[in-house]
C-alpha cells in the first residue's frame, strides 16, 4: 500500500494561474517532507522542503503547505509558468532515517501559454 | 560536467539476459541509491548504500543485486531480466549534512523483451 500518494495524475493550468499540487500520506511518522521536479529524459530535481514543525515554507514562486492533522501537504506556484510544465513528486522521510524517501506517484502539469 | 552520470541511458535486452547499469558521481557524497521509476508508481527504492561497506536492500530488491565499488561507484544488476523489469532506473546520491535532500542521475531506460 503507498505510503505517499498524489491523487491527481495530471493538472493543467493557464499561464499565470496558480497551481496546486496535493500530496497526502499515512505513515505519522514522516516527519520531513520534499517536492522534486522532474523534466523529460532527465533525473528529478529538488523544489522545496518543508520540516513536520512548520506549517509553510515559501521560496519565490513556491510554497509548500504542511497540514499535519489531515497528513496532507501541497504545492503552490504563483504564478505559473510554461517552463513549470514537468512532473512533480512528493516525497517523505521519518525521523530523518538516513534520507530514506518514500515518493508519490507524480503528478503531471501542464502550463499552457 | 553533470554530477551523478548514469550508463547506459537506454537499454533493450532480452528476457534471461544479465544487465549491469553504472552510476558514477562527483558529487563526494557518501550514500548511493538505486530506484526505479514506474508510471503512476512514483520512485520505488531498490537498493542504498550509506559507505562502501554498507549495502542494504530497499522496498523492492528481488531480481536485483548491487555492487559499491568505490565511494564514486555504485552499479545495479539484473542478473537475469525479466519484461517487468522494464523501466525507467534513476541512481542518486545525498549528504547527510545536507538534510534530505537527493541528487539524481539522468535516468537509464530499460526494456526487457
Known amino acids: 500500500d503507498q505510503q505517499v500518494k498524489q491523487n491527481s495524475p495530471s493538472l493543467s493550468v493557464q499561464e499565470g494561474r496558480i497551481s496546486i499540487l496535493n500530496c497526502d500520506y499515512t505513515?505519522?511518522?514522516?516527519?520531513?517532507f520534499l517536492w522534486y521536479k522532474k523534466y523529460p529524459a532527465e533525473g528529478p530535481t529538488f523544489l522545496i522542503s518543508?520540516?513536520?514543525?512548520?506549517d509553510k515554507n515559501e521560496d519565490g514562486r513556491f510554497t509548500v503547505f504542511l497540514n499535519k492533522s489531515a497528513k496532507h501537504l501541497s504545492l503552490h506556484i504563483v504564478p505559473s509558468q510554461p517552463g513549470d510544465s514537468a512532473v512533480y513528486f512528493c516525497?517523505?522521510?521519518?525521523?530523518?532515517?538516513?534520507?530514506?524517501?518514500?515518493f508519490g506517484g507524480g503528478t503531471r502539469l501542464m502550463v499552457k501559454p | 560536467d553533470a554530477d551523478v552520470t548514469q550508463t547506459p541511458r537506454n537499454r533493450i535486452t532480452k528476457t534471461g539476459k544479465r544487465i549491469m547499469l553504472e552510476c558514477s558521481q562527483t558529487?563526494?557524497?557518501?550514500?548511493m541509491y538505486w530506484y526505479r521509476q514506474d508510471p503512476g508508481l512514483g520512485l520505488r527504492l531498490i537498493y542504498y548504500?550509506?559507505?562502501?561497506?554498507?549495502?542494504n536492500k530497499g522496498e523492492i530488491s528481488d531480481g536485483y543485486s548491487v555492487s559499491r565499488q568505490a565511494q564514486a561507484k555504485f552499479s545495479l544488476s539484473l542478473e537475469s531480466a525479466i519484461p517487468n523489469q522494464t523501466a525507467l532506473y534513476f541512481c542518486?546520491?545525498?549528504?547527510?549534512?545536507?538534510?534530505?535532500?537527493?541528487?539524481f542521475g539522468p535516468g537509464t531506460r530499460l526494456t526487457v523483451l
Open positions: 542518486a546520491t545525498s549528504d547527510p549534512g545536507l538534510a534530505d535532500e537527493q541528487f
Open positions: 505513515n505519522s511518522m514522516f516527519d520531513y
Open positions: 518543508i520540516s513536520s514543525i512548520k
Open positions: 516525497a517523505a522521510d521519518k525521523n530523518n532515517a538516513g534520507n530514506m524517501l518514500t
Open positions: 558529487k563526494g557524497h557518501d550514500r
Open positions: 548504500s550509506f559507505d562502501v561497506k554498507d549495502i
